[in-house]
């Protein structure tokens, strides 16, 4: 796998938060204020990131039979890091996050990942893929974070649980426009080359 294919599958054509749609509980829960979704998004991305790198570590001694409870025994140590150093950092940020810090183990993007690359690509490749993989989470993360704080100042709906699936869907047709510009210019390009050929040569083949 290329490393400009891992970092755009993470940031932007398989952004976990955009079109997988994988951990949408903290996507919609914690976004309320942008100091939340910074905190939960560099939590999230702290795990991912040495999850994958530690799995593929031990890829290799983990028996089939048992893979899966070690994957989350592993995440599950790795999330208790984050909440202890979280808790320590900062005791405000930690209250506000509440049951959502420990619940980083139950996110689906992690084990996903673990269970898609992790157990089978090299501990730079892997570790690399958790980077991107969060990094696409943590912007989205901020991304609903911040519109949520600023719509809230002038639209109470927004700081509810209703405005967190409006202002997330407003995030998905942003994504799925620019998609459609930047998939329309090369098509744009080859016509505009095939009219040039054709009034050059007169022959369309």
Not at 23 to 39: D, F, K, M, Q, W
Not at 122 to 137: E, H, K, P, R
Not at 149 to 176: D, K, N, R, Y
Request: aromatic content about 6%; proline content about 3%; hydrophobic content about 50%.
């Amino acid at each position: 796998m290329k490393l400009s294919t891992v970092w755009l599958d993470g940031l932007w054509d398989r952004n976990p938060g955009l079109i997988q749609l994988l951990g949408l509980c903290p996507l919609l829960a914690v976004s309320n204020t942008l100091e939340n979704a910074i905190g939960l998004g560099l939590a999230t991305l702290f795990v991912l990131v040495l999850s994958n790198a530690s799995i593929s570590l031990i890829r290799t001694l983990v028996d089939d039979a048992i893979r899966l409870p070690v994957f989350v025994l592993v995440i599950a140590a790795l999330t208790t890091c984050a909440e202890l150093l979280v808790q320590a950092l900062d005791y405000r940020l930690y209250q506000s996050l509440g049951i959502f810090l420990p619940l980083i183990v139950t996110n689906c993007l992690i084990l996903g990942r673990a269970e898609a690359l992790a157990k089978r690509e090299t501990v730079v490749m892997s570790t690399i893929d958790g980077l991107a993989q969060g990094l696409g989470f943590f912007l989205v993360l901020v991304s609903l974070g911040a519109l949520r704080e600023w719509m809230s100042g002038t639209l109470i709906l927004a700081a509810l649980p209703p405005g967190a699936f409006i202002a997330l869907g407003l995030l998905v047709a942003i994504h799925q426009w620019i998609q459609g510009k930047l998939q329309q210019k090369p098509t744009e390009q080859s016509m505009d080359q095939t009219n040039r050929r054709v009034r050059t040569t007169g022959d369309i083949s």
